[in-house]
């Protein structure tokens, strides 16, 4: 992993992104980050029937970094994110119509993004979960419509990308905006640096 001016110190291994997103790489650069490698988890990602999405958002980061294969010189980061609007968790939508539903579902109110940050190095284990609050202002049928023609809703938690088109959508956000698009930036690079002050 090579460290950028937001980093104090060289880091003791070797960085594995356990995720295929280009945002998540995205944000790590900003930070001047470079992973060494990627390399994503499979895994079941199917909420457990009465699964609160704190706890479902938790699990799934701290899944996906066990899941990954990682040598002694190696650290594993992976994350998760999700829309909730009340208790409905919103993940990835599975086609237009879906992600039309939760358009139509965001649309005039407030809504939660959680992302979970699992950091793994050896036996040890370091893990942060950033809530963000955001409001959508009311959208009209043509906007949903023009929006999903962009094709930005695909891959996207809740249907939407808040760095891309859908941020003239947003009113405000109270919390992390790294943290809605994908990896809260603050946390993730306290997360390293405690990683590579670790003696193992």
């Given at each position: 992993?090579?460290?950028?001016?937001?980093?104090?110190?060289?880091?003791?291994?070797?960085?594995?992104?356990?995720?295929?997103?280009?945002?998540?790489?995205?944000?790590?650069?900003?930070?001047?980050?470079?992973?060494?490698?990627?390399r994503?988890?499979d895994?079941?990602?199917?909420?457990?029937?009465?699964?609160?999405?704190r706890?479902?958002?938790?699990?799934?980061?701290?899944e996906?970094?066990?899941?990954?294969?990682?040598?002694?010189?190696?650290?594993?980061?992976?994350?998760?994110?999700?829309?909730?609007?009340?208790?409905?968790?919103?993940?990835?939508?599975?086609?237009?119509?879906?992600?039309?539903?939760?358009l139509?579902?965001?649309?005039?109110?407030?809504?939660?993004?959680?992302?979970?940050?699992?950091?793994?190095?050896?036996?040890?284990?370091?893990?942060?979960?950033?809530?963000?609050?955001?409001?959508?202002?009311?959208?009209?049928?043509?906007?949903?419509?023009?929006?999903?023609?962009?094709?930005?809703?695909?891959?996207k938690?809740?249907?939407?990308?808040?760095?891309?088109?859908?941020?003239?959508?947003?009113?405000?956000?109270?919390?992390?905006?790294?943290?809605?698009?994908?990896?809260?930036?603050?946390?993730?690079a306290?997360?390293?640096?405690?990683?590579?002050?670790?003696?193992?």
């Open positions: 992993m090579r460290f950028g001016p937001a980093m104090t110190a060289n880091a003791p291994f070797r960085l594995i992104l356990g995720s295929a997103s280009p945002r998540r790489q995205e944000l790590l650069a900003q930070i001047g980050i470079t992973p060494d490698a990627i994503p988890a895994i079941d990602e199917t909420p457990h029937r009465g699964e609160v999405a706890n479902y958002v938790r699990r799934m980061a701290v996906k970094c066990a899941a990954i294969p990682a040598a002694p010189d190696e650290a594993v980061l992976t994350a998760d994110t999700v829309v909730t609007a009340g208790r409905r968790i919103l993940g990835k939508p599975e086609d237009r119509g879906e992600a039309r539903d939760f139509k579902l965001l649309s005039g109110r407030r809504h939660r993004v959680m992302t979970a940050v699992a950091l793994r190095r050896g036996d040890r284990h370091w893990f942060r979960l950033v809530e963000t609050i955001v409001k959508m202002r009311p959208l009209d049928e043509a906007e949903i419509a023009a929006y999903l023609d962009t094709g930005e809703w695909q891959g938690a809740g249907g939407y990308a808040v760095q891309g088109h859908a941020g003239a959508f947003v009113s405000w956000i109270s919390g992390s905006f790294t943290g809605v698009v994908g990896l809260p930036l603050a946390e993730t306290g997360l390293l640096k405690a990683a590579a002050a670790e003696r193992m």
